[in-house]
């Protein structure tokens, strides 16, 4: 039976330090909502203006107005489902991923 080497880990003051984006925010310049297959619709009915999705959705797309959802920024959103997966609405949500068409 082959003997197993131990290796030391650096700690995390020894890791070598990552990239850094300094132009943070540049993302916005590009419509990163062409590379979605699946789209968040809102249904305004059905919201209860709980924000989660808002606080959630990692591409800033929610859109607000006066504190209040109000649609999605899909020149941006990618996508993801996220804001789909955490809305609490019951039984049908207030945001559906539909397929994109072409
Ligand atoms: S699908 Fe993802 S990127 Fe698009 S609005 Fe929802 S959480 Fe944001
Ligand atoms: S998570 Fe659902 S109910 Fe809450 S604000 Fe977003 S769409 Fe509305």
């Keep these: 039976m082959a003997k197993t ?6 700690s995390w003051k020894e890791v070598v330090i990552g990239g850094i984006n300094p132009d943070a925010g540049s ?3 590009y419509n990163s909502g062409t590379w979605r297959t699946f789209k968040p619709v809102w249904s305004d009915e059905r919201c209860i203006q709980c924000n989660l999705c808002w606080i959630h959705c990692p591409d800033s797309s929610i ?3 006066d504190g209040k959802v109000c649609g999605m920024d899909l020149v941006h959103c990618k996508g993801c489902g996220i804001c789909a997966s955490i809305c609490p609405v019951k039984p049908k949500k207030a945001i ?4 994109e068409e072409k």
């Design 63 to 65: 859109m607000i107005k």
């Design 27 to 29: 993302a916005a310049k």
């Design 96 to 99: 559906e991923m539909v397929k």
């Design 5 to 10: 080497e131990k290796v030391k880990l650096p």
